[in-house]
């Protein structure tokens, strides 16, 4: 029997939509952005997440999720709801220190001697904001603090940017060095304010955050290794 044009239109219909949705449901395999359980070792991005703060909440460092997601092209392009493979599928991660930052790049941040500091420091607090993750290594080596959308970092005492730029595990990033025994560290700026090598007056804005809120990574180094900033830091009211 011969189909008629009415018989033919719903069948069809029918069939480009299964395409349709077989189509999409490939997309969001192919970028990561499927709903149900997060699979093990795989991190479902969530509002307000940047791929350094995914990073150091797993002990990872930016190059470590970059290499083991090949959807991801630049650290800035993450979106809500796309899951991130935050472990390797065949073991651990040789070039991690499980800290969130590289071998190479806590060389040279952990550039001093561990000889205690021949002088003491007395800081201001570098950003307005909730403190989210405190001093606890290794896992911790400074303070997180989930800083309001377009908020400034200050310089926590005066001093001398010694370095400014990206590092691996810390994204954009500030170093002021106030002395031969100090120096503190801002982490995971969207832009600084200070170009390396000036110096810089206690409270003087050395960088800012991003259009939407996010977190600082703040550490105080005592002869290049961490120490707890919240005993150097005046208690908040």
Known sequence: MTKTRHDIKPGRRRALGLLLAATAAAAAVGCGTTGGPVPDGYYRVERGDTLYSIARKHGRTVRDLTRWNSDISS?????????????????SAAASTGTGQSVTDTARVDSGASRPPASSIRLQWPADGRVTTRYAPPGSKGLTIAVPANGTVRAAAAGRAIHVGNLRGYGMLVIV????DWLTVYGNLDQPLVSEGATVSAGQDVGRMGASASELHFEVRANGKP?????YLPARG
């Not at 650290?75 to 073991?91: A, D, H």
């Open 177 to 180: 060095k106030h002395n031969d």
């Open 75 to 91: 650290p800035s392009q993450i979106e809500v709801g796309q899951l991130i493979r935050v472990r390797p599928s065949g073991g």
């Open 227 to 231: 120490v707890d900033p919240a005993a």
